[in-house]
């Protein structure tokens, strides 16, 4: 499913009228319709809720399901942040139509406008239909009042289309904004539904179809919302006729006194991932751990100091080029020795790599990535050290972030966090739909590496494993949050996980796609 900008909708709304003869008028009932299935959903018995409408065609759309609901024996208060005569003219016709079925707008030059926005506390659903997703500069006056008083209200609340108040194609939140316990939005998802303020302010969202011509939705975009099938077509088989070397070699370089588990974590994942045969690279007391844990890692045991990988390691690891793909950086720290160290074995490797944690701070630090295919990592804090950016116009921004850190190092990009974002040279960025928020754990990152790089051992290319490894790597975490709960699953269970996951990705391509989210 692709995903729009303002722009794009723009474009589409115009071709759905002069290329296909669809009224926005009967797009506007559509919409209508569609949040009205959602109302109620969210309040199945007739009760009290209250519709804000703006004065363009996102209240039009809140004027039809005034209308919808008064017919179905809601009892319906109407306010329109505006004027009569500032009406646009679709928004207009369906005002008059709901005005007709009994529904009386409340405008802003009505005395009863204010104390009604005061006794919002006293209704048991609010529908927001203020801004749509055109809105870009800060809001101000009746449509600011009207936002903090719902939140003020403390009233479960319905977005249509976007939260009234957020940047449709940056999240950010323009001054103020409605906090939604639910968004509906058409045709399309948006992209403020994966960055900034948006993420959290849309609540649990939907997609819903409102006959837009498919010609028009299928036409790719800037980026798109990954899919089961998608990952199912990836997924590499494994033949019956098999044996281990045909399911792809990994090393692990990583870990330190302090940090023995990140390479454990990352060489479970990797083996839970279908590795035919994974190898750990690291200093004695990593090596020491690894044998305890996982007695199915080969083991090589690099030269250290205090601890940590010392830069004399790189000889040792030129004899390792026999493997398929290498994971570089989970629990190295970011010692002076670790920054050598790198940059002596990354000046001639030519083996596809995964770059991770203390590997992406030592790229932040100057050293120079390998010249082969290369797969980086970076949740926020580190992509702000490599492109020297502050974590908040990271969050603000996703996708530019990631089309940004592209060019920069013309590799492909996962940009870690709720809604992971990828980015590959040449490639529309694609965006994960899978995981929850029990993710944000210790380990959940050297999981993912060692996922990704069992997907590259096994030749996938850098984009595919990439988008292939952040949802497998989700839908464990889905299946952690739904079997043990939602907050405190530890990283090795997710790797452990993962070949119930592949299952249920496979199980599950042919479904219905869903995109919500919690």
Known sequence: MWIANAEHLKEVDRRASTEFNLSPMVLMERAGLAVFESLREMLPEPGRIT????????????????????????????????????MRDESRAAMLSARAHGVQPIFVDDARWS?????????????????????AGEVRGHIRAAIEAVNRSGVPVLSIDVPSG????????????????????????????FEGTGIEHSGYWTVHDIGIPSALLHEPTFARVLEP????????????????????????VGGSRRYRGAAILA??????????????????????AVSIQLPEAILVELPGQDGIVSPEAADVLRDQRKTHAAVFGPGLTHAPQVLEFLARVWQDWDVPCVIDADALNALGLGVRLPHTECILTPHPGEMSRLLQLSIAEIQHDRFRTVQAAVEQFDQTIVLKGPYSVVGSPGHPMQVNPTGNPGLAVGGAGDVLSGVLGTLVAQCLMPMDAASCGVYW??????????????????????????????????????????????
């Open 166 to 193: 957020i940047h449709c194609d940056t999240g950010e939140e323009l001054g103020e904004s409605v906090w939604a316990l639910r968004t509906v939005t058409f045709g399309l998802p948006k992209p403020f539904l």
């Open 115 to 135: 104390r009604k926005l005061e006794m919002l506390a006293a209704r048991e659903l609010i529908v927001d239909g203020l801004l749509g997703v055109s809105a």
């Open 51 to 86: 519709v804000l409408c703006g004065k363009g065609n996102n209240g039009g759309d809140a004027f039809v399901l005034a209308r919808l609901a008064r017919d179905a024996g809601y009892s319906v208060e109407c306010l329109v942040a505006a004027i009569e005569p500032e």
């Open 229 to 252: 099938q998608m990952i199912a077509n990836i997924l590499p088989e494994r033949m019956r006729n098999c044996h281990k070397g045909d399911h792809g070699n990994v090393l692990i």
């Open 473 to 518: 790597h989700g839908a464990a975490g889905d299946l952690c949050a739904q079997h043990i709960g939602p907050v405190g699953y530890m990283a090795s269970e997710i790797a452990d996980r993962l070949p119930a996951a592949r299952t249920h990705i496979i199980n599950a391509c042919s479904a219905p796609f869903s995109c919500s989210a919690s």
């Open 267 to 288: 060489a479970r994942a990797a083996l839970r991932a279908g590795a035919g045969l994974v190898t750990v690279a690291g200093v004695r007391e990593v090596c020491d």
